[in-house]
C-alpha cells in the first residue's frame, strides 16, 4: 500500500466509523515527520454541540506512564538513581519499609514489583480532588501486603508508576507535574500536554463519553463495550499524574514521539534502553518495556502505549524501522480499537480470510442475546488507565443481533459488522482482532453466543426464545 493509498483507506476507515457512532476523536498518521493524514470527528461536548477539532485535548489515560519512564532515565542518565537502586534507598521513609527494601526501580518501571494496585474500592470511594498530589495517593495502596514476590512475574501495575513519581519528585526537588512540564514537554514542543486538575477551566478539552455506571463499569480493551445510552465520565476522571490521566492532543503527541526518537530527551543509549521491550506479558508477542509495549507484527517493531478507560481511548504508535508514527485518541470508551486497521495496514498483515454464508444461515444467528451476571472486569486492564473498573457483578442490557442484505450485524452501544470466518465464528470488521463464536445445542440450534469478557476471558450469552 502506497502513502497516497494508505491516506484514502484510513479516511474511508474512519469515516465509516464515525458514520454509526462507533468513533469520535482525532487521528494523525505521519511518516518521518511527514503527515499523511489527520482528521477530526465527533463531539468534544455533545451537550453544547462543540465539536472536535485536531488540537482537541483528550485524555490519555496510562499514556502518561511513557513520560513517568523518560523522567526517570533522564535521571539514571544524570547519575541520580540505578536502575537496580532499592526503592528505600531512593525514599528511605516509604511507609512500607520492608517492601521498601524488596522493589527496585527497575521493576516499577517493568510493572514486576508485586505492589498492589490502587485501583479499588477504597480509589472509587475518594472523592478525586484529593487525590491532586503524588502523595495523596499513596494510601490507596500503601500497608497492603504484596501480590507476588518482585521479580516473578508481570502483573500491571499502577502503583509502581505512582511511586516513581514520588521518586522524581525526591530527586528533583520539584512537583512531577513542574518536571514534566520543564523536562519533557517544553523540550519536545508540547503545548497543549498537562496533567490538569479536576476543577481546572481547560479550554478545548473533550469530554470522555462511557456507557459504564459507577463501581459497575464493564469495559475492557479488546471486547465491545456493555450496551446502553452514553453518559459523561466526569465520576471516573481522577488528577492527571504519573500514572497517567493528563491531557493531550495527537499533534502533541507526534511531537513527543520525534522529540524521543531524535534523542532530544534522552541520549541514543538510554532512548533505545525506553523503547526496548524487557518483559514477556500475557498478550501474545507484546513485551513490556519502560512505559511503553514493544510488539512484532509480521516482522515490524510497533513502540509505544495505550490509555483506555471509561470515555477515555487512546493510543500512540511508533514503527522505528519504517518511520511511521499513529496517533488515535476518542472520547468513547472503545476509540483506540479502531487503530487495529492502521496497524494491518502499516505491517502488511493479512487480515481475516472471510467466508460466504447463505442467507437463512444469518438470519438463523439473529435474535437477542442476554447476560444476567457476567463476570467483573479486572482491576485495571492492562495497557489501560483501569480507573473505576474492577466490579463484581453488574446487569447487562440485551445484545441485539441482525442479519440483512449487507450481512450480519450486532448492537452493542453501536452497530458492528460481523463478518464469517466459518458458520459459527466471526469477527468484527471494525477491530479484526475481535471474534466471537455463536454456541449451538445438542439438537443443533443456536441457543448462545460467546466473546471474550473481562481480563481476556470468554463469556457466554443466551439467545433468547
Not at 515490524?300 to 481511548?313: L, Q
Not at 443456536?446 to 443466551?462: C, E, F, Q, R, Y
Amino acid at each position: 500500500m502506497t502513502d497516497a493509498q494508505l491516506a484514502t483507506a484510513l479516511r474511508h476507515h474512519f469515516d465509516e466509523l464515525a458514520a454509526h457512532d462507533i468513533f469520535s476523536g482525532t487521528v494523525l498518521v505521519a511518516k518521518n515527520g511527514k503527515v499523511l493524514f489527520e482528521h477530526a470527528y465527533g463531539y468534544a461536548n455533545h451537550a453544547f454541540n462543540a465539536p472536535n477539532k485536531m488540537d482537541t485535548k483528550f485524555n490519555l489515560g496510562s499514556m502518561g506512564k511513557m513520560f513517568t519512564a523518560v523522567a526517570i532515565l533522564q535521571l539514571a542518565q544524570e547519575g541520580k538513581l540505578s536502575l537496580n537502586d532499592p526503592l528505600i534507598k531512593l525514599v528511605p521513609d516509604y511507609p512500607d519499609q520492608d517492601i521498601a527494601g524488596k522493589v527496585t526501580v527497575y521493576q516499577l518501571l517493568t510493572h514486576t514489583s508485586g505492589l498492589p494496585d490502587m485501583f479499588n474500592e477504597q480509589f472509587l470511594n475518594t472523592p478525586k480532588e484529593q487525590l491532586a498530589t503524588i502523595q495523596a495517593h499513596l494510601p490507596l495502596f500503601t500497608g497492603k501486603p504484596l501480590q507476588f514476590e518482585p521479580g516473578s512475574k508481570w502483573v500491571y501495575c499502577n502503583s509502581g508508576y505512582i511511586v516513581l513519581g514520588l521518586i522524581i519528585e525526591r530527586l528533583s526537588g520539584q512537583s512531577y507535574n513542574q518536571y514534566v512540564r520543564e523536562h519533557i514537554f517544553k523540550p519536545a514542543g508540547m503545548i497543549n500536554t498537562d496533567n490538569y486538575q479536576p476543577h481546572d477551566d481547560v479550554p478545548n478539552l473533550a469530554i470522555g463519553y462511557t456507557v459504564a455506571e459507577k463501581k459497575r463499569a464493564l469495559i475492557f480493551p479488546g471486547s465491545l463495550p456493555a450496551p446502553g445510552p452514553r453518559i459523561t465520565n466526569r465520576d471516573f476522571v481522577q488528577p492527571g499524574a504519573s500514572a497517567g490521566g493528563g491531557y493531550s492532543t495527537v499533534e502533541d503527541l507526534l511531537r513527543f514521539a520525534e522529540a524521543l526518537q531524535g534523542h532530544r530527551l534522552l541520549n541514543a543509549e538510554y532512548t533505545d534502553l525506553d523503547m526496548r521491550g524487557k518483559v514477556a506479558t500475557p498478550h501474545g508477542t507484546t513485551k513490556y518495556a519502560f512505559g511503553m509495549e514493544e510488539e512484532v507484527i509480521n516482522g515490524t517493531r510497533i513502540v509505544g502505549h495505550p490509555g483506555d478507560g471509561p470515555g477515555i481511548s487512546s493510543q500512540l504508535d511508533m514503527y522505528p524501522d519504517t518511520g511511521y508514527v499513529a496517533v488515535v485518541m476518542s472520547n468513547y470508551s472503545m476509540g483506540r480499537a479502531a487503530n487495529e486497521k492502521t496497524r494491518q495496514w502499516l505491517t502488511g498483515r493479512e487480515g481475516p480470510q472471510t467466508v460466504r454464508l447463505p442467507a437463512e444461515v444469518l438470519k438463523g444467528l439473529a435474535g437477542t442475546y442476554t447476560l444476567a451476571s457476567p463476570p467483573g472486569g479486572p482491576s485495571g486492564p492492562p495497557g489501560g488507565s483501569g480507573a473505576a473498573q474492577g466490579t463484581a457483578t453488574m446487569s447487562m442490557q440485551p445484545m441485539e443481533v441482525s442479519a440483512d442484505a449487507e450481512g450480519l450485524w450486532l448492537t452493542s452501544g453501536a452497530r458492528h459488522r460481523l463478518l464469517p470466518l466459518s458458520d459459527m465464528e466471526f469477527f468484527d470488521d471494525y477491530a479484526p482482532f475481535f471474534h466471537l463464536t455463536f454456541v449451538k445445542d445438542e439438537q443443533g440450534r443456536v441457543n448462545g453466543l460467546s466473546l471474550p469478557g473481562p481480563d481476556g476471558k470468554a463469556m457466554t450469552l443466551t439467545k433468547q426464545p
